[in-house]
């Protein structure tokens, strides 16, 4: 029995999927949110580091064919010196931790040095991968039994592990990593009596947005892999259950599948949008142009928030508004209860949420966000003589408070947030737009268009061999005059009427 150090961490073994963030378990997703210390392998979907909480240390480890960031023994001192520190450390595994993950190998130095540790399983790819590409790896008629192996073992070794004549009679061989051995394997099941004529598929970044898949059986397998040059990470299926992809594929008939789509929006709103893309099928790629930041100054916006109960109407046209405001109430020690005899105007369903998780239902939600059509609804409510409260970013677009001032309001204007332009853009994401790897680039704002160009230095013509799609004529209008052809324009000017303008146009 092993006593764990007094005042020591722990670790959590924790599988993460075989790619799909979504795939992590509740479980492994809490002890990533906890943890102080992260230690990812290269199979990792970056989005699941978002889930670290701020502040703890990212450690990459991964390892690939002929090139370890870490050896094994590297990363199990890194374990052991992390919780004798008294830190809970997230290892951070594709798959399942012992399913070919070597979880075991480091949970037995964990007990060697009698640290606390838990295991958390997770989906590994042996059956994600297949299920993604439309393959059960069971299916009643066909076959009830499955095997998974590692493909790294030689099949040619006169020493193996692997009982290929046992292997060979298997109703569904699942084979992980074994790619480049894809030949060697093929070739000792069918000379243990598997017949040539077996359905076969291979799936390579399987449950990813990249996901490729390509089937045939043991006799052409090999050649049809070649030919689509399909290489590492991926799973080989044999068996029966291989042919049943043809009537059972889902994962590649999304609309927007294997679509590259940058989301130029603050890392604070991307989620939203990176979501509903994922959701139908494309890998959303994050790369904000520009940043939501508090004010330099908060004293305009603090005397109109103590003076709240002056103003008729507050008008709200965006959630960073909307976050901006109740985090000065609140710091005033006041809540919803103080817009008691205040009515509320939101720009957009979005920022109506918004006003709602702080306990407010709106009075008006006009049904377009263009400023003439808000102040048109404004003006339908009886402005003239009002006092009109706007708070809004420090960047001055259409003139709003003018409309309303011209129907006769006094009209305020506070600066509730800074939109603040991104320093740089990262080396691959240039590399990927000069080579044309970027389908879709979405702007939702003006200041997104204008900052990213910015970040371009001006140079449009990276822009060039990609679809540009915009949440509305007034960032259309921003795209045009610098330069930029919009191709997609979304008819509802929401994170949802940008998706579905996205995926309409893709049906052309």
């Known amino acids: 029995m092993v006593i764990a150090m007094a005042n020591t961490g722990t670790v959590y073994l924790v599988g993460a999927g075989p790619g799909d963030p979504g795939l992590i378990t509740l479980k492994?997703?809490?002890?990533?949110?906890?943890?102080?210390?992260?230690?990812?392998?290269?199979?990792?979907?970056?989005?699941?580091?978002?889930?670290?909480?701020?502040?703890?240390?990212?450690?990459?480890?991964?390892?690939?064919?002929?090139?370890?960031?870490?050896?094994?023994?590297?990363?199990?001192?890194?374990?052991?010196?992390?919780?004798?520190?008294?830190?809970?450390?997230?290892?951070?595994?594709?798959g399942d931790p012992f399913v070919f993950g070597r979880g075991g190998e480091e949970a037995e130095a964990l007990v060697k040095e009698g640290l606390h540790y838990e295991v958390v399983p997770g989906i590994t790819s042996a059956i994600a991968a297949p299920a993604y590409a439309g393959i059960p790896v069971t299916q009643r008629g066909l076959?009830?039994?499955?095997?998974?192996?590692?493909?790294?073992?030689?099949?040619?070794?006169?020493?193996?592990q692997l009982d290929w004549a046992a292997l060979a009679k298997m109703g569904t061989l699942v084979c992980l990593m074994g790619a480049e051995n894809l030949p060697n394997i093929v070739n000792k099941l069918i000379e243990h009596g598997r017949s040539p004529s077996t359905p076969a598929a291979l799936v390579q970044w399987g449950t990813w947005p990249k996901q490729r898949v390509v089937d045939g059986t043991l006799s052409d397998i090999v050649q049809r892999a070649r030919e689509a040059k399909l290489g590492p990470p991926a799973v080989t299926i044999i068996g029966e259950v291989a042919a049943l992809r043809d009537k059972l594929h889902w994962f590649d008939n999304k609309p927007l599948f294997g679509k590259r789509v940058l989301v130029t929006r603050s890392r604070e709103q991307a989620s939203r949008l990176s979501e509903l893309l994922a959701e139908l099928g494309a890998e959303p790629l994050e790369t904000p142009a520009i940043r939501i930041e508090e004010p330099e100054d908060y004293g305009p916006l603090d005397e109109a928030v103590g003076d709240i109960r002056s103003y008729q109407w507050i008008v709200f046209a965006s959630v960073n508004g909307v976050n901006g405001f109740f985090r000065r109430l609140h710091a005033q020690g006041k809540d919803a209860r103080a817009l008691a005899s205040?009515?509320?105007?939101?720009?957009?369903?979005?920022?109506?949420?918004?006003?709602?998780?702080?306990?407010?239902?709106?009075?008006?939600?006009?049904?377009?966000y263009l400023t003439s059509a808000v102040v048109a609804k404004?003006?339908?409510?009886?402005?003239?003589?009002?006092r009109v409260l706007l708070p809004r970013t420090d960047i001055v677009g259409e003139d709003m408070a003018g409309g309303l001032e011209a129907l006769g309001a006094t009209v305020d204007q506070v600066v509730a947030y800074r939109t603040v332009a991104s320093k740089e853009l990262p080396d691959d994401l240039v590399e990927d737009l000069h080579k044309g790897r970027i389908d879709i680039i979405t702007f939702a704002s003006s200041s997104t268009v204008r900052n990213l160009v910015s970040l371009l230095n001006g140079d449009i013509s990276l822009?060039?061999?990609?679809?540009?799609?915009?949440?509305?004529?007034?960032?259309?209008?921003?795209?045009?005059?610098?330069?930029?052809?919009?191709?997609?324009?979304?008819?509802?000017?929401?994170?949802?009427?940008?998706?579905?303008?996205?995926?309409?146009?893709?049906?052309?």
């Open 28 to 94: 492994g997703l809490k002890c990533l949110q906890q943890s102080d210390v992260v230690i990812y392998d290269r199979l990792i979907n970056p989005q699941l580091l978002k889930h670290a909480k701020p502040g703890a240390e990212i450690i990459y480890a991964g390892k690939s064919v002929g090139y370890h960031t870490m050896t094994q023994e590297e990363i199990n001192f890194l374990l052991i010196s992390k919780a004798r520190e008294g830190k809970k450390v997230c290892r951070l595994k594709g």
């Open 143 to 160: 076959t009830s039994s499955f095997a998974v192996i590692t493909g790294h073992e030689d099949p040619t070794k006169e020493e193996g």
């Open 342 to 368: 205040t009515k509320i105007c939101a720009v957009g369903p979005a920022t109506a949420t918004a006003l709602k998780e702080q306990g407010i239902i709106v009075d008006l939600l006009p049904k377009e």
């Open 378 to 386: 404004l003006g339908e409510q009886g402005i003239s003589g009002a």
């Open 463 to 508: 822009l060039s061999k990609t679809k540009i799609a915009s949440i509305g004529p007034i960032t259309s209008k921003m795209a045009g005059e610098l330069g930029l052809h919009v191709d997609i324009e979304a008819q509802e000017h929401t994170i949802s009427g940008l998706v579905d303008a996205i995926v309409e146009a893709l049906k052309l």
